[in-house]
């Protein structure tokens, strides 16, 4: 069973930063693309950021330039690193994980497989004199 924990939400003065993280558990052989997605009240949820397993990185164009997604590969986690932040920034932050390559144990014999576009629970970042 692979799970996404994010961390690292919190209330926040505009200007200031955060740091995000999401770890993934369980039996994960590898982690393809990674990115954190953000859903504010009323708003539909929408990508913040992107990475591949290179590390080729993408940003909303309303991040660009305030925040840096990275990657640790061999501790399969991603972080977010929030800067110059706003109070339209404010929301529940996601990770997602597109595609992990999970082993498993079928009739005895070690054997992997591809799971597809695995979720965290979020965590509540807030922007906010």
């Known amino acids: 069973q692979v799970q996404l924990v994010e961390s690292g939400g919190g209330l926040v003065q505009p200007g200031g930063s955060l740091r995000l993280s999401c770890a993934a558990s369980?039996?994960?052989?590898?982690?393809?693309?990674m990115g954190w997605y953000r859903q504010a009240p009323g708003k539909q949820r929408e990508l913040v950021a992107a990475?591949?397993?290179?590390?080729?990185?993408n940003y909303a164009d309303s991040v660009k330039g305030r925040f840096t997604i990275s990657r640790d590969n061999a501790k399969n986690t991603v972080y977010l690193q929030m800067n110059s932040l706003k109070p339209e920034d404010t929301a529940v932050y996601y990770c997602?994980?597109?595609?992990?390559?999970?082993?498993?144990?079928?009739?005895?014999?070690?054997?992997?497989?591809?799971?597809?576009?695995?979720w965290g629970k979020g965590t509540l970042v807030t922007v906010s004199s």
């Open positions: 997602n994980a597109d595609e992990i390559k999970v082993s498993a144990v079928v009739a005895g014999a070690p054997t992997s497989y591809y799971g597809m576009d695995y």
């Open positions: 990475i591949t397993s290179g590390g080729t990185a």
């Open positions: 369980g039996s994960i052989l590898s982690i393809y693309d």
